[in-house]
């Protein structure tokens, strides 16, 4: 069983920074993938970034040059830094990690309130 933990979400103003942190723990075996997506009110869940085993990179169109995605895979762990945030940012932003031959795990999810 595995589990990802998200930290880092909270209130900014527009044009701030906030920097997320998914951390993985227990039977972690061949990882292909980990990711964020983002889910507002009223919206579809989307993809933000995903980063895969190779370390090639997926950004959405809205956040390129502004988000980063990045892994740590010594402590299994995985980052989004959001610089330059914008308001429309403003979601539930969720962690996610894809294993060979296991259902993609999701964290719990954290707040991101960007304020105008």
């Known amino acids: 069983q595995v589990q990802l933990v998200e930290s880092g979400g909270g209130l900014v103003q527009a044009g701030g920074s906030l920097r997320l942190s998914c951390a993985a723990s227990?039977?972690?075996?061949?990882?292909?993938?980990m990711g964020w997506y983002r889910q507002a009110p009223g919206k579809e869940r989307e993809l933000v970034a995903r980063i895969l085993n190779g370390g090639s990179t997926n950004y959405a169109d809205s956040v390129k040059g502004r988000f980063t995605i990045s892994r740590d895979n010594a402590k299994n762990m995985v980052y989004l830094q959001m610089n330059s945030l914008k308001p429309e940012d403003t979601a539930i932003y969720y962690c996610s990690l894809d294993q060979i031959l296991r259902l993609t795990v999701w964290g719990q999810g954290t707040q991101v309130t960007v304020s105008s």
């Open positions: 227990g039977s972690i075996g061949r990882i292909l993938a």
